[in-house]
């Protein structure tokens, strides 16, 4: 049994947190290639590690991720213009590129050129890689470490089904979960067969002892 101490050194996973740190040094998939092509705005709102961030898709085809809100007026970037190199702000024209520098501020370049404040703007980036369908996005410290190849999502002449599920739970209780085997022989076996018979209107059965017979 973990300590209240330790449960939420484990389960916090923002910057700076000893598990945010750890699980920084992975590439997780974030969004599909085809959710991405479907928005018109070629953007995806998601939120990773504690953090909200938005995918981009610019003109010349090259991924982008970087923090969601503007830093000048805090407006988002999931409404953002998408061009050839970057995305610009919708509120006032502010534009960074995919390593999260900001290349242009049409009023501040226009009033005061001379003091490029551009270029002590900037917004927190990250790297983004496509494999499988599936987009990719590292956090962590440089250099990232290789995407794995592995066999699922190399393969040629496959059929893959992405299929992405929004969790509303700590990516402790999901793992806790996922290895708890009791949980899978009453909630996916005598709990569903319960709702069935009771939606169906019949009248439930409540025979337990097969559980352990059919194993």
């Known amino acids: 049994m973990l300590t209240s101490e330790e449960n939420e050194r484990l389960s916090q996973v923002g910057p700076g947190t000893p598990g945010g740190e750890l699980l920084r040094r992975y590439w997780y998939p974030v969004c599909s ?3 991405l ?3 018109p705005l070629r953007t995806q709102q998601i939120r990773l590690l504690g953090e909200d961030l ?3 898709r610019d003109r010349s085809n090259n991924l982008g991720v970087v923090d969601l809100f503007c830093p000048h007026r805090r407006a988002s970037l999931a409404y953002g213009i998408v061009e050839a190199d970057g995305i610009r702000c919708q509120y006032h024209g502010w534009k960074f590129d995919a390593e999260g520098k900001c290349t242009e501020q049409p009023f501040e370049d226009t009033v ?31 250099p990232a470490p290789l995407l794995p190849r592995w066999g699922i999502l190399t393969w040629e002449e496959t059929v893959r089904d992405i299929a992405i599920t929004n969790l509303p739970c700590n990516w402790l209780q999901a793992q806790e979960n996922s290895l708890d085997s009791t949980h899978t022989e009453h909630l996916h076996d005598y709990a569903m067969n319960y709702f069935r018979q009771v939606f169906a209107g019949e009248e439930p059965t409540f025979d337990r002892t097969r559980w352990h017979t059919d194993i």
């Open 37 to 39: 092509a479907n928005n």
């Open 33 to 35: 290639v085809e959710d």
């Open 112 to 142: 005061q050129p001379s003091g490029r404040l551009r270029d002590h703007c900037t917004v927190k980036a990250y790297q983004a890689q496509e494999l499988a369908g599936l987009i990719f996005v590292y956090m962590g410290p440089t």
């Open 54 to 56: 938005v995918v981009y």
